[in-house]
C-alpha cells in the first residue's frame, strides 16, 4: 500500500464505482443536476485509487448536501453554513483523509460565507464542491446569494434588488489557491476538474452551474445557445471561444480585458491564460467576463492553480516541534499561568 493523492492512504486493491455507491435511494427531484454531479463524482473516486475508508464526505443544508448519504465512503451532514467549518476540524486531526465539503449557493455564499472564505483564506487541505443553482431549492424557491438581480421569486415577488455574488470572484478575493469552475451537463470537464482540485494541497473550491430543475430550471440554458460565450481556460493556451475560435480576449486600451475578433486584434494580441501565475488579479479580472445577469457568457475551467503553504500542515507542524508529551504539557502551563491576569472588581 502506497500513498494517494495528498499523502492519503491507497487501497490495496482495485476499487470500481459500485464500491463507492450505497444502498440509499437517491432523493432528488426527476431532472436536477445533482444526479450528473452524483454520478460523476462516484466514477471519479475510484481512479484516485484512494480507500474508502480514508474519504469523508461533509455536507451543510441544502439539496446538493444531502450528498453524503449517497456516497459510501464516510460522511457528515452537518448544520447550515457550518460545513467549511466542520471540515477544517477534520483536516487537522486527520491528514490521512481526502477531506471533500458539499455545499450549496445558499448555504456556503449567506450563513456559511465567514466560514468559507477563512477556509479559503487560510488554505485548509479540503476541496469544495460549490453547486450554484442560484435559488433555495431545499426551502422551495427563495432567492438566494447567486440570484440575478430583477429576479421574481417568493421572497422577492417585486423583483431582487440586490447584485449577486460570482463565487469564483470571491474564491480569487479571499486567496484560495485553486479556483474553478465547470458544470453538471459537461460531464467530462467536470470529472477532470474535480480531479485536479482534489489533486491541489490546500483549498480548492469548484463552483458547479447546476440546473434546478423545480424552482429555477434552464438558469444555464443560455449558455448551451448557438450565440453563448463559453470561454474555456486551458493552462497556456490561447483564451478563444466561439464558431472556429473566431473570438479571443484581449487586453482593451483602457488596460481592462475585451472580447475582440481574432482577425481582427491578431492571435499574438489575445492573451495566453496562466493558471500557475501567483498573482491573482488575471483570474479576477477573467471571472469579471462572466455575464451574472441571464448567463450568455462565463469562462469555465481552472482560474487559478498556485503552491502555498497548507494551514494544517503548519498547525500540525507547531503541534509537533516538541516531540516529549510531558515537555509539551509543561510549555502549555506556562501559557496558563502566565503574568498576563485581570482583576474584576464590583462597581
Given amino acids: 500500500m502506497g500513498e494517494g493523492l495528498r499523502g492519503v492512504p491507497l487501497a490495496v486493491a482495485p476499487l470500481n464505482r459500485k464500491d463507492f455507491t450505497p444502498g440509499a435511494e437517491v432523493?432528488?427531484?426527476?431532472?436536477?443536476?445533482?444526479?450528473?454531479?452524483?454520478?460523476?463524482?462516484?466514477?471519479?473516486?475510484?481512479?484516485?485509487?484512494?480507500?474508502?475508508?480514508?474519504?469523508?464526505?461533509?455536507?451543510?443544508?441544502?439539496?446538493?448536501?444531502?450528498?453524503?448519504?449517497?456516497?459510501?465512503?464516510?460522511?457528515?451532514?452537518?448544520?447550515?453554513?457550518?460545513?467549511?467549518?466542520?471540515?477544517?476540524?477534520?483536516?487537522?486531526?486527520?491528514?490521512?483523509?481526502?477531506?471533500?465539503?458539499?455545499?450549496?449557493?445558499?448555504?456556503?455564499?449567506?450563513?456559511?460565507?465567514?466560514?468559507?472564505?477563512?477556509?479559503?483564506?487560510?488554505?485548509v487541505n479540503i476541496t469544495i464542491m460549490l453547486f450554484n443553482n442560484r435559488i433555495y431549492g431545499l426551502t422551495k424557491g427563495q432567492a438566494s446569494p447567486t440570484s440575478e438581480r430583477g429576479k421574481i421569486t417568493k421572497s422577492t415577488p417585486a423583483g431582487l434588488v440586490d447584485d449577486p455574488f460570482n463565487p469564483v470572484a470571491l474564491a480569487l478575493g479571499a486567496g484560495a489557491t485553486f479556483v474553478a469552475r465547470t458544470m453538471d451537463s459537461a460531464r467530462a470537464h467536470l470529472a477532470e476538474t474535480l480531479k485536479a482540485a482534489v489533486n491541489h494541497r490546500g483549498a480548492s473550491l469548484v463552483e458547479i452551474y447546476q440546473n434546478c430543475q423545480i424552482f429555477n430550471d434552464g438558469a444555464f440554458d443560455s449558455l448551451k445557445a448557438a450565440d453563448a460565450e463559453v470561454i474555456p481556460l486551458v493552462h497556456g493556451e490561447k483564451i478563444v471561444f466561439g464558431p472556429d475560435s473566431s473570438l479571443g480576449v484581449?487586453?482593451?486600451?483602457?488596460?481592462?480585458?475585451?472580447?475582440?475578433?481574432?482577425?481582427?486584434?491578431?492571435?499574438?494580441?489575445?492573451?495566453?491564460?496562466?493558471?500557475?501565475?501567483?498573482?491573482?488579479?488575471?483570474?479576477f479580472e477573467l471571472s469579471q467576463l462572466t455575464d451574472m445577469g441571464i448567463v450568455r457568457r462565463a469562462p469555465i475551467g481552472i482560474f487559478r492553480d498556485v503552491s502555498h503553504p497548507v494551514h494544517d500542515d503548519e498547525a500540525r507542524s507547531q503541534v509537533t516541534t516538541v516531540a516529549d508529551p510531558v515537555q509539551r504539557l509543561a510549555s502549555l502551563q506556562k501559557y496558563i499561568t502566565g503574568k498576563d491576569t485581570w482583576t474584576v472588581t464590583a462597581g
Fill in 27 to 123: 432523493r432528488w427531484c426527476p431532472g436536477c443536476g445533482d444526479y450528473s454531479v452524483l454520478a460523476t463524482f462516484q466514477g471519479l473516486l475510484p481512479d484516485l485509487g484512494v480507500k474508502r475508508e480514508n474519504v469523508v464526505i461533509v455536507s451543510g443544508i441544502g439539496c446538493s448536501s444531502r450528498f453524503p448519504y449517497y456516497v459510501n465512503t464516510y460522511g457528515l451532514h452537518s448544520i447550515h453554513g457550518r460545513a467549511a467549518a466542520i471540515a477544517t476540524g477534520v483536516a487537522l486531526a486527520r491528514e490521512d483523509l481526502a477531506v471533500w465539503v458539499v455545499t450549496g449557493d445558499g448555504d456556503a455564499l449567506s450563513i456559511g460565507g465567514n466560514h468559507l472564505i477563512h477556509a479559503l483564506r487560510r488554505n
Fill in 250 to 283: 484581449v487586453r482593451a486600451a483602457d488596460g481592462s480585458l475585451a472580447v475582440a475578433p481574432v482577425a481582427e486584434a491578431g492571435l499574438d494580441a489575445v492573451l495566453t491564460h496562466d493558471a500557475h501565475r501567483d498573482d491573482p488579479s488575471l483570474g
